[in-house]
C-alpha cells in the first residue's frame, strides 16, 4: 500500500516538473536590450552626433586602405613639397576642383601681405622683393619654386595673353635689359583686364594691371605654373 502511494507521489512530481519544463521561456526569447545587442538582434539607436562619428571614421578607414594605382602617375604623385622645376614635366598635378581651390588660398595668402614694404631679396614679412613673395607664399603650401623671377619664368608652360587666368605668373622687363627681372601672380581677370599681386620697388606689396602703361610696355611673358 505504501508503495503504491510513493509511486503515486513519485508520477506526481514528475508531471509538476515537465509542467514547468514546458512553461519555461525558450532560450532565443531576448527579455532586454543589452541581452539583444550581445546576440546581434539589436542595434543602439545612434545620437547624430554619434552617427556623424561613425561615419567620419569610416571614410578616415576607407582612405588609408585605398593605394594609388601605380599604373596613373597622376594619381601616385603626391602634392606636398612638390618642386617646381625646369623641366615641367607633371611639375604638380591636381583635380580642377583641388587646383580652384588651391589658386584662391594662394591668392589669399600673397593679400595678406600687401602695404609690407619692399626689401631687395626680402623674403619675410619685413619685406619681400617680387620673387621673394611668391617663392615666401607658396612655400607656405609646400610648393618649392625658384628663387628668383628669371629662374621662375622657365618653370611651367608659357601661355598667349588671351589664356591668362587666376594663379598664373606674368613676367616683366623692367629696366630695359634682355633678362626677366619682375614677376607677379594673377589675381582677377576681368573684361579683358588682368590684375597681378606683386612687390613693386616704390610702393611694395600691391595689386597693379597689365593696363598701366608701364607694365604694358614691360610685359614679356605669362606661365601657367601650376
Do not use: W
Not at 13 to 41: D, H, M, N, Q, Y
Not at 96 to 117: F, H, K, P, R, T
Request: proline share 1%; hydrophobic share 35%; glycine share 6%.
Amino acid at each position: 500500500m505504501h508503495k503504491i502511494i510513493l509511486l503515486k507521489n513519485l508520477l506526481f512530481i514528475l508531471f509538476i516538473l515537465v509542467f514547468f519544463s514546458a512553461c519555461k521561456p525558450a532560450g532565443t526569447i531576448i527579455t532586454s536590450k543589452r541581452e539583444a545587442e550581445k546576440k546581434g538582434l539589436y542595434s543602439k539607436i545612434l545620437s547624430k552626433r554619434e552617427q556623424t562619428k561613425k561615419e567620419d571614421t569610416k571614410k578616415i578607414l576607407a582612405q588609408k586602405s585605398n593605394k594609388p594605382d601605380k599604373s596613373d602617375k597622376k594619381a601616385s604623385k603626391s602634392k606636398s613639397n612638390s618642386k617646381l622645376n625646369e623641366d615641367n614635366d607633371d611639375d604638380y598635378v591636381t583635380s580642377d576642383a583641388d587646383m580652384n581651390y588651391l589658386v584662391a588660398q594662394l591668392i589669399n595668402a600673397a593679400s595678406e601681405n600687401i602695404g609690407i614694404a619692399y626689401r631687395y631679396a626680402g623674403t619675410t614679412t619685413e619685406g619681400f622683393d617680387c620673387s621673394g613673395l611668391l617663392y615666401t607664399v607658396f612655400k607656405e603650401f609646400d610648393i618649392d619654386l625658384p628663387r628668383s623671377s628669371s629662374q621662375m619664368a622657365k618653370v611651367g608652360r608659357k601661355i598667349e595673353s588671351s589664356e591668362i587666368q587666376k594663379g598664373d605668373f606674368v613676367f616683366f622687363k623692367t629696366n630695359g635689359g634682355r633678362q626677366i627681372n619682375h614677376v607677379g601672380m594673377v589675381t582677377e581677370v576681368k573684361d579683358g583686364e588682368v590684375k597681378f599681386i606683386h612687390a613693386s620697388t616704390s610702393s611694395g606689396v600691391m595689386i597693379s594691371s597689365l593696363k598701366e602703361s608701364y607694365f604694358e610696355q614691360a610685359y614679356t611673358q605669362a606661365n601657367r605654373i601650376l
